[in-house]
């Protein structure tokens, strides 16, 4: 019997455009995916419909027991808190060892410009260029088993941040000075201060996100941008037009 072979770039485009459209909330979480529905909305043999959903599986994306139908992934308030605690754990201390370099990435600076950019539009779809500002900082350590952790939190991170894009809950003007502020601080090797400032932005994302699932928004939500203080007044911010 001969054995079948899938072509690879055909299962990484099926998947791709399956993480995009759950991403972008095109399909619910909770919703069933089976091979049946993949091969026929996509086009495709049974068996790369079935690659895709376990790779979908493997990355999170999906969810499924044993025996049972894969379903989009759902996530509430104890996911997120769990989530973005983890990023608290592993950022913080990777701004520290990079304040000790003052090692800034510029990458990061043109992301965090793109997210003002977009805000001055009056568009709040900045998840990809948020989540590319903290992904060059993980990569910035050249820590390839670190960007690796970080990396198989990618993409809960940008599902919990979905939850929100496209509403004024989270500020781009907070959420640009936050990141100003933070590489300020990495400039001048200041790890803790930088370190207290990611605890505050993430905090108050997690609280929020928290809360637009169901949950109850803890006192981060609420307290007060340092950013805005006297220390960060000279701090260039964009303002939207």
């Known amino acids: 019997m001969a054995k079948q072979i899938v072509v690879t770039s055909v299962i990484d485009a099926v998947t791709a455009d399956l993480r995009s459209r759950v991403l972008e909330r095109k399909i619910i979480p909770g919703s069933p995916i089976t091979e049946q529905i993949v091969a026929e909305q996509y086009g495709v043999a049974r068996a790369t419909a079935k690659a895709a959903i376990e790779r979908l599986v493997a990355g999170k994306v999906l969810t499924r027991t044993s025996h049972k139908t894969a379903k989009v992934v759902t996530l509430g308030p104890d996911d997120v808190r769990d989530i973005y605690n983890t990023r608290i754990y592993l950022e913080s201390e990777i701004l520290r060892r990079l304040a000790r370099e003052r090692s800034v990435p510029e990458a990061c600076r043109i992301a965090n410009q793109q997210i003002a950019e977009l805000w001055s539009r009056g568009d709040y779809n900045i998840v990809e260029p948020d989540m590319r500002y903290h992904t060059t900082l993980v990569k910035r350590l050249n820590s390839p088993r670190t960007s690796t952790m970080y990396g198989s939190l990618a993409f809960e991170v940008k599902l919990c941040m979905s939850q929100l894009q496209g509403t004024q809950q989270l500020s781009p003007q907070i959420i640009v000075a936050e990141h100003a502020a933070i590489m300020e601080s990495i400039k001048v090797g200041d790890g803790e201060g930088a370190a207290k400032l990611l605890d505050?932005?993430?905090?108050?994302?997690?609280?929020?996100?928290?809360?637009?699932?169901?949950?109850e928004p803890g006192p981060a939500a609420f307290v007060p941008p340092t950013v805005f203080t006297e220390k960060w007044i000279g701090l260039s911010v964009p303002a939207p037009s």
């Open 200 to 215: 505050e932005h993430l905090s108050r994302a997690r609280e929020l996100l928290a809360s637009s699932l169901g949950g």
